[in-house]
């Protein structure tokens, strides 16, 4: 069974919190390994120092789009790119090749008369 971390408007697994909390202490780590203060995003980006402060937490309810606009202010949207890469997701490349699931087709006649 999976715990359970209650947002306002969803409940999450626990696994998916912790991504986001690792997540965020990704960009933390990015940010100090840059010597940037977190006024310095907040400068660069427009946003409240509250949101980022969210970003570094992990808080999920914080929008996609705010990460992925911080990870490129980084250099590191780029990386994102691999995130459900279709050439990359092994279960989606095992059922999409499964010989068992193919359908047969009967071959057709060329006709060749000209």
Known sequence: MFAMVSTEKQTLPSDVAEICQRLGA????????RKWRQQDIVDR???????????????????????LHVLWLMGLA???????????????????????SKRAYL???VNDDF
Request: net charge positive.
């Open 26 to 33: 990704r960009i933390r780590t990015a940010r100090l390994q």
């Open 45 to 67: 980006t427009g946003y409240a120092r509250n949101t980022i402060l969210n970003i570094e937490k992990g808080d999920p309810k914080t929008g996609l789009g705010i990460y």
């Open 78 to 100: 780029r990386e994102v790119e691999l995130i459900a890469d279709p050439g990359l997701d092994r279960e989606g490349l095992a059922i999409s090749l499964d010989t068992a």
């Open 107 to 109: 071959p057709r006649k």
